[in-house]
C-alpha cells in the first residue's frame, strides 16, 4: 500500500512504481576518442608512408622518363647531324663529278673545235696540186 499523499490512508489499487535509475548520459565522444578507437593514428601514418613512397615513386619515374626524352632527342639530334652530314658528302661529290666532267666536256670541245677547223681549212684542190708537183720532182714521177 502506499499513502496518500494528501494525509489519508493508503490508497488501494494505485501503486507507484519504484523511480527509475537511468545510468547518468554518456560523456560527449569527441574526434580524439573516435581516433583511438579506430587506430586511425596508425592508418594516418600508414597513409603518410604511403604517399611519400608514392611521390618518391612519382619523381623516379619522372626522372626515368625524362632521361629516356633527353637520350631519345639528343638520339634523333645525332641522327639528323649525321644524315646532314652523308647529305652534305654525297652533294659535293656530285658538285665534284659535275665539275670533272665539264672539264672533260671543255677539253672535248676544244679539241673538236680544233679538228673542226682543221677540216675547214683543208682545200682539196690546193692539196692534189701540190701532190702533184712534189710527184713531178721525183725520180719517176710524170
Same mark, same amino acid.
Not at 597513409?47 to 619515374?61: F, I, N
Not at 665539275?99 to 682543221?118: K, M
Not at 681549212?121 to 701540190?130: E, F, H, Q
Given at each position: 500500500?502506499?499513502? %496518500?499523499?494528501?494525509?489519508?490512508? &493508503?490508497?488501494?489499487?494505485?501503486?507507484? &512504481?519504484? &523511480?527509475? !535509475?537511468?545510468?547518468?548520459? &554518456?560523456?560527449?565522444?569527441?574526434? +580524439?576518442?573516435?581516433?583511438?578507437?579506430?587506430?586511425?593514428?596508425? =592508418?594516418?601514418?600508414?597513409?603518410?608512408? /604511403?604517399? #611519400?613512397?608514392? #611521390? %618518391?615513386? +612519382?619523381?623516379?619515374? =619522372?626522372?626515368?622518363?625524362?632521361? /629516356?626524352?633527353?637520350?631519345?632527342?639528343?638520339?634523333? !639530334?645525332? /641522327?639528323?647531324?649525321? !644524315? !646532314?652530314?652523308?647529305?652534305?658528302? @654525297?652533294?659535293?661529290?656530285?658538285?665534284?663529278?659535275? @665539275?670533272?666532267?665539264?672539264?672533260?666536256?671543255?677539253?672535248? @670541245?676544244?679539241?673538236? +673545235?680544233?679538228? #673542226?677547223? /682543221?677540216?675547214? +681549212?683543208?682545200?682539196?684542190?690546193? %692539196?692534189?696540186?701540190?701532190?702533184?708537183?712534189?710527184?713531178?720532182?721525183?725520180?719517176?714521177?710524170?
Amino acid at each position: 500500500a502506499v499513502p %496518500d499523499p494528501e494525509g489519508g490512508g &493508503p490508497r488501494r489499487g494505485l501503486q507507484m &512504481p519504484p &523511480p527509475l !535509475l537511468l545510468p547518468p548520459p &554518456p560523456k560527449p565522444i569527441t574526434r +580524439a576518442d573516435v581516433e583511438r578507437e579506430s587506430e586511425i593514428r596508425d =592508418l594516418r601514418t600508414v597513409a603518410s608512408a /604511403a604517399d #611519400e613512397s608514392v #611521390e %618518391d615513386a +612519382a619523381g623516379r619515374l =619522372l626522372n626515368v622518363m625524362s632521361k /629516356a626524352d633527353t637520350t631519345r632527342r639528343s638520339a634523333r !639530334l645525332a /641522327a639528323e647531324t649525321c !644524315l !646532314l652530314s652523308m647529305c652534305n658528302a @654525297a652533294r659535293g661529290a656530285l658538285v665534284s663529278l659535275v @665539275a670533272l666532267e665539264r672539264a672533260n666536256l671543255e677539253e672535248r @670541245a676544244r679539241r673538236l +673545235a680544233d679538228l #673542226e677547223a /682543221a677540216v675547214y +681549212a683543208v682545200d682539196v684542190r690546193k %692539196d692534189v696540186d701540190d701532190y702533184v708537183r712534189i710527184d713531178r720532182g721525183l725520180p719517176g714521177g710524170k
